[in-house]
T-cell receptor
Framework: GESVGLHLPTLSVQEGDNSIINCAYSNSASDYFIWYKQESGKGPQFIIDIRSNMDKRQGQRVTVLLNKTVKHLSLQIAATQPGDSAVYFCAENMDPGGSYIPTFGRGTSLIVHP | DADVTQTPRNRITKTGKRIMLECSQTKGHDRMYWYRQDPGLGLRLIYYSFDVKDINKGEISDGYSVSRQAQAKFSLSLESAIPNQTALYFC?????????????FGEGSWLTVV
């Protein structure tokens, strides 16, 4: 079956560096993608989303890039801070008949060293 | 106050016992979900509901049942708990009326089956 996956399970960076978290998806019918951040002991929280008619979207210190040709999604965090340490999930959404049920990747653990 | 509230937050139960996890939301969203999170496996969908009279099985519904008593409430039951149902359970909601499908999660319920 089709799936969402992450290239790196753990990413360690120094405070102030830029972080890039990658996600591969295999369902070409997916047309909406979301990144979530899950801090220890909490539920996942929405960070940023992107639709398939876009290839880049920027938020505050975060940028999501979508490459539909190779079915690849990335989350870039600028000037990473200790508070960014968390597990990051990508989710793809398909709309077969309006259902839009998201499928989540396994997650990447981001560790920010001071 | 949290928009998506789960009770209990932590529960230890014995094998064979019936356990119910409850979820309520104040966001006014039409859709509600129950996810299970296990280490290294990300978030897996158990059941979802598009409206009060609508119940749909997710990826891992065996051993679980749900009830959508009202638009704001969605409960998950384990009729006869077994140890491999030990996990972190998340309730979530979403509102698709504006397009897309951003999921909003509760804080999670830790369930241990001994």
């Amino acid at each position: 079956g089709e799936s969402v996956g992450l290239h790196l399970p753990t990413l360690s960076v120094q405070e102030g560096d830029n972080s890039i978290i990658n996600c591969a998806y295999s369902n070409s019918a997916s047309d909406y993608f979301i990144w979530y951040k899950q801090e220890s002991g909490k539920g996942p929280q929405f960070i940023i989303d992107i639709r398939s008619n876009m290839d880049k979207r920027q938020g505050q210190r975060v940028t999501v890039l979508l490459n539909k040709t190779v079915k690849h999604l990335s989350l870039q965090i600028a000037a990473t801070q200790p508070g960014d340490s968390a597990v990051y999930f990508c989710a793809e959404n398909m709309d077969p008949g309006g259902s839009y049920i998201p499928t989540f990747g396994r997650g990447t653990s981001l560790i920010v060293h001071p | 106050d949290a928009d998506v509230t789960q009770t209990p937050r932590n529960r230890i139960t014995k094998t064979g016992k019936r356990i119910m996890l409850e979820c309520s939301q104040t966001k006014g969203h039409d859709r509600m979900y129950w996810y299970r999170q296990d280490p290294g496996l990300g978030l897996r969908l158990i059941y979802y509901s598009f409206d009060v009279k609508d119940i749909n099985k997710g990826e891992i519904s065996d051993g679980y049942s749900v009830s959508r008593q009202a638009q704001a409430k969605f409960s998950l039951s384990l009729e006869s708990a077994i140890p491999n149902q030990t996990a972190l359970y998340f309730c979530a909601t979403s509102d698709t009326r504006a397009g897309g499908n951003t999921i909003y999660f509760g804080e999670g319920s830790w369930l241990t089956v001994v």
